[in-house]
């Protein structure tokens, strides 16, 4: 007898076997367009991003900036977070800079973030609960604007937003970020996904602005 193993995802279920004939089509599909594809795919990556996104199931790098592999370098964790002792995000960090150069850094969050959402209950969420507690810090920062607003989603929303700028002012905190935007001018930028709408949306977060105010504290002469 034999069994199949499913997961299921918003009532719709995943048959393990399904994926590997998809994966058949997807190569006969792209043979069929360029028969080179996977020869020129094997070449050295040269991406000119680096995409630092959530985890969600419902959110693709990739697919929603419509690039394809080879295009964008990709790091996810759960809330998109860049958290200065997290060896797995630094290691990312540097190799695409200094390794890869990529021009872009970009930090995407997204509307109906749960990692956000969890971040602000009072509960105990286990091993979960020192990661989420950075989520509270940006909270801490910008309380006052964020309890002004009375609408719950609203407040969820825009706490998400300062959330991807908080985790992009992390991000210049970094020797490896402040080098090479000083040597070759590289950017980072705050982004949301509009779940509910597909929309992506720059934040237009002045990082020049930002950086005047905090790099008397941690600028690490690089």
Same mark, same amino acid.
């Given at each position: ?116 959402? +969890? $971040?602000?209950? &009072?509960?105990?969420?286990?091993? /979960? ?7 509270? =810090?940006? #909270? ?34 970094? +020797? $490896?970020?402040? &080098?090479?935007?000083?040597?070759? /001018? ?7 996904? =509009?779940? #509910? ?26």
């Amino acid at each position: 007898m034999t069994h199949q193993h499913h997961f299921t995802a918003e009532g719709r279920g995943v048959d393990l076997e399904q994926i590997f004939k998809n994966n058949e089509a997807w190569i006969a599909k792209k043979l069929e367009v360029d028969p080179d594809y996977f020869q020129r795919l094997a070449q050295p990556q040269t991406p000119e991003i680096l995409y630092i996104g959530c985890s969600d199931s419902r959110v693709s790098a990739e697919e929603l900036m419509g690039l394809e592999p080879g295009q964008a370098f990709v790091h996810r964790n759960i809330a998109n977070m860049v958290v200065s002792i997290d060896v797995n995000l630094m290691s990312v960090l540097k190799f695409a800079i200094r390794h890869l150069h990529v021009k872009h850094v970009i930090v995407c969050g997204h509307y109906g973030c749960g990692g956000v959402r +969890a $971040a602000m209950r &009072q509960e105990d969420l286990g091993i /979960l609960n020192p990661w989420l507690r950075n989520i509270r =810090d940006v #909270y801490r920062l910008h309380k006052l604007e964020l309890n002004a607003i009375s609408d719950e989603t609203a407040r969820y929303n825009r706490l998400i937003e300062l959330n991807v700028q908080e985790q992009c002012i992390n991000l210049i905190k970094t +020797a $490896a970020v402040q &080098q090479a935007y000083k040597q070759r /001018l590289l950017k980072v930028h705050g982004w949301v996904f =509009d779940i #509910y709408t597909g929309k992506l949306i720059d934040l237009k977060i002045p990082f020049d602005d930002i950086l005047k105010q905090i790099m008397e504290i941690y600028d690490l002469g690089v």
